[in-house]
């Protein structure tokens, strides 16, 4: 594993991405914000409506094989075509951390196929997982992905996929905010 990184994600007036969609899928919803900063660290709250914190962790789900494809497999974060982006804030029940860790990963992979799905989508979108229910964030995980426009259909795709599994009963909370990267000159990437 690599050492973890805390990454900040700040919703105000400043940052390299524009929000385009703020959607509560389920639970408390949040501020909407015109733009996105992604930050290494701690992050600002100045001028900001909201910034989430979280850390980059070893794979908690994940067996030895499963971790092997998924390193082949993935892109990196930060290609030029990949213009667009999604956040995805989620937090668990109460139920869901009441079960054990292998009672947790059978409804992760075995019922849901959470690794397999993604797999199918890779490299077109790429993803870097951060968790933060350790840290007294409102959230237990921020799912960031990044994808190009040509790939926005496969990626809603994804997501319909993840949202119908049995996992997703587990879910009390999520917003699903979608990005656009801009060049300096204010002009959407294509």
Not at 116 to 139: K, M, N, S
Not at 147 to 162: G, N
Request: hydrophobic share 40%.
């Amino acid at each position: 594993m690599s050492t973890p990184l805390v990454v900040s994600f700040s919703g105000g007036s400043r940052g390299t991405w524009r929000i385009t969609r703020m959607e509560t899928v389920c639970g408390e919803g949040m501020p909407f914000a015109p733009r996105l900063r992604v930050e290494e660290g701690e992050g600002h709250l100045d001028g900001t409506a909201w910034v989430l914190r979280g850390v980059t962790s070893n794979l908690r789900y994940t067996t030895g094989a499963e971790r092997v494809r998924l390193t082949a497999a993935s892109p990196p974060l930060g290609r030029t075509a990949a213009s667009r982006a999604a956040l995805i804030p989620i937090r668990k029940s109460a139920k869901w951390w009441e079960m054990a860790q292998d009672q947790r990963r059978e409804i992760f992979e075995e019922q849901s196929r959470h690794i397999a799905v993604g797999l199918e989508y890779v490299p077109a979108v790429a993803r870097r997982l951060h968790h933060c229910r350790d840290l007294g964030e409102p959230f237990d995980f921020l799912t960031w992905f990044e994808y190009a426009p040509e790939d926005a259909p496969h990626f809603e795709h994804m997501v319909q996929r993840m949202r119908a599994t049995e996992e997703w009963r587990y879910v009390e909370r999520e917003i699903d905010v979608r990005l656009e990267r801009e060049a300096p000159n204010g002009v959407a990437v294509q």
